[in-house]
């Protein structure tokens, strides 16, 4: 129950299950929909978190390419790869990267609107499916 209002809770606390590193190739999100094609956001980026960052940054280093160090960072070892344009986000996961630990849409700036994504699609490095 609610404390503040009395309501029943809609979700339940649960722990997700683990979950092993997989590599990424491309990505793509679309937000907004039919009934409402102004909600979309337009200030959201995507991050991911590799799942050794410092072995990345250290290997793309050694090896001269820098790979990681192009990608904007956060505090957390998250790096921005993408953002959206017109509700739209895609492109590719720098195979430098390795295996990724998680995948984050961060939103940079408060909207006054409520935004549904309406098309999610990732496709794994090995594989020529989406998940």
């Given at each position: 129950?609610d404390k503040d209002?009395g309501k029943r809770?809609?979700r339940?606390?649960?722990?997700?299950?683990?979950?092993?590193p997989?590599?990424?190739?491309?990505?793509?999100?679309?937000?907004?929909?039919?009934?409402?094609?102004e909600?979309?956001?337009?200030?959201?980026?995507?991050?991911?978190l590799?799942?050794?960052?410092?072995q990345?940054?250290?290997?793309a280093?050694?090896?001269?390419?820098?790979?990681?160090?192009?990608?904007?960072g956060?505090?957390?070892?998250?790096l921005?790869?993408?953002?959206?344009?017109?509700?739209?986000?895609?492109?590719?996961?720098?195979?430098?990267?390795?295996?990724?630990e998680?995948?984050?849409?961060?939103?940079?700036?408060?909207?006054?609107?409520?935004v549904?994504?309406s098309?999610?699609?990732?496709?794994k490095?090995?594989?020529?499916?989406?998940?």
């Amino acid at each position: 129950m609610d404390k503040d209002f009395g309501k029943r809770a809609l979700r339940k606390d649960h722990v997700n299950p683990p979950t092993e590193p997989l590599r990424l190739e491309r990505f793509f999100f679309r937000n907004g929909n039919i009934e409402h094609p102004e909600d979309k956001l337009f200030n959201m980026s995507v991050e991911v978190l590799p799942f050794d960052n410092r072995q990345s940054e250290k290997e793309a280093l050694q090896e001269g390419r820098a790979t990681t160090l192009r990608y904007p960072g956060s505090p957390d070892g998250y790096l921005q790869i993408g953002s959206f344009y017109k509700g739209v986000a895609e492109g590719g996961v720098d195979p430098a990267f390795g295996p990724l630990e998680a995948l984050c849409l961060s939103i940079q700036k408060d909207s006054p609107v409520w935004v549904i994504l309406s098309e999610i699609f990732l496709k794994k490095a090995d594989s020529a499916e989406g998940l």
